[in-house]
């Protein structure tokens, strides 16, 4: 699915390649700045993850969190998500979060997100763009409809399962983590707080590669541009949101006076730093954890091992 939308968005580029030519106008000390607001991007992203696990009774290093989330970028273009259970098992043999606790930081950790960036996105189309245009409403009603349906994902009630047997101890795990990051309103602030650096990381990025561009267009675009970037992760159905993401973006440029072409290179301009970055940090950071523990990069979670002990995490 990736494959055919990157194509597809790659011939439309090439069908408008003559107006679009001339905006290709990086300098080597913005892609520099890029690069540099990236790799800051995953040294909060990596804060966040390690606030969250605190909530589950993990305390873990922020260096290897910074490697464990560069490596997971990386491993995440691999199908089935590798990446996901490359931090599983990082996770439970090094640091001993059983995999039901995963499940419940691995859920914070995208719908919370997801619901940050819909909150800020809702704020800025209401306060500045309004909702008179047929395409604000519709980038509303997005935000809106992630913010609801995040809510509900990570705080309706869930009736804990009576008895014994794998899968009823599982989800007991899985819901007394729920509810204990739930209740920490400590966590779920200061998470708030570094998705708010991050998100005017990944603006700023967006700010960058506009201006560079000739497409000048306001903050609180790059606001919006940088919201919808992260929103894209619950509609991830491609690995790393592989073309849906540029997709997205690209229909988002016409809210700010921008026209869809040029929205689709600057988000394919993105991708490809994304990309790059990946493949050089990303591998390092493989690489170095590798050489630390051959072991989880061959072993992947299974049913018996989601019900350990339920006496613990």
Same mark, same amino acid.
């Given at each position: ?29 913005? /892609? ?7 790799? &800051? ?23 290897? !969190? ?6 997971? $970028? ?24 059983? @995999? ?6 691995? &859920?914070?950790? !995208? ?7 819909? %909150?800020?996105?809702?704020?800025? %189309? ?36 009576? =008895? ?10 899985? $819901?007394?983590?729920?509810?204990? *990051?739930?209740?920490?309103? +400590? ?22 590669? @506009?201006?560079? !561009? ?8 790059? /606001? ?6 992260? *929103? ?11 073309? $849906?993401?540029? /997709? ?31 493949? *050089? ?10 050489? +630390? ?5 061959? +072993? ?11 006496? =613990?995490?």
């Amino acid at each position: 699915m990736a494959i055919v939308i990157l194509a597809f968005l790659l011939w439309y580029l090439a069908r408008h390649w003559q107006q679009l030519q001339g905006l290709l106008r990086l300098t080597p000390n913005e /892609l520099l700045l890029l690069y540099t607001l990236f790799f &800051l991007q995953t040294c909060f992203s990596a804060a966040v993850s390690r606030s969250l696990l605190s909530a589950l009774d993990t305390k873990t290093n922020l260096w290897d !969190m910074i490697l464990l989330q560069n490596a997971s $970028i990386l491993l995440n273009y691999v199908p089935m998500k590798f990446g996901t259970l490359f931090r599983a098992n990082y996770l439970k043999h090094h640091y001993g979060l059983r @995999y039901s606790y995963f499940a419940t930081f691995f &859920l914070y950790l !995208m719908f919370w997100t997801t619901a940050a960036a819909s %909150v800020m996105g809702i704020v800025i %189309v209401f306060a500045v763009y309004g909702w008179a245009s047929y395409e604000n409403k519709i980038l509303a009603a997005v935000f809106m409809g992630a913010l609801i349906f995040s809510m509900v994902v990570l705080f309706f009630p869930l009736p804990a399962p009576t =008895g014994s047997g794998q899968l009823r101890t599982t989800l007991r795990n899985f $819901i007394a983590g729920r509810q204990s *990051v739930a209740k920490n309103r +400590k966590v779920l602030s200061v998470c708030t707080g570094l998705l708010g650096v991050n998100f005017l990381l990944q603006a700023l990025r967006m700010g960058i590669i @506009y201006h560079s !561009m000739g497409q000048h267009i306001k903050p609180w675009g790059c /606001l919006i541009l940088g919201a919808l970037g992260f *929103v894209t992760l619950l509609i991830g159905i491609t690995p790393g949101a592989l073309g $849906i993401r540029e /997709l997205v973006l690209g229909s988002a440029a016409i809210v700010l006076d921008v026209s869809p072409e040029a929205g689709l290179l600057a988000a394919m301009i993105d991708r490809a730093i994304m990309l790059s970055f990946s493949l *050089v940090l990303g591998g390092i950071s493989a690489a170095w954890l590798w050489r +630390k523990s051959p072991e989880d990069f061959r +072993k992947q979670p299974n049913e018996s091992a989601l019900s350990e002990g339920a006496c =613990g995490r």
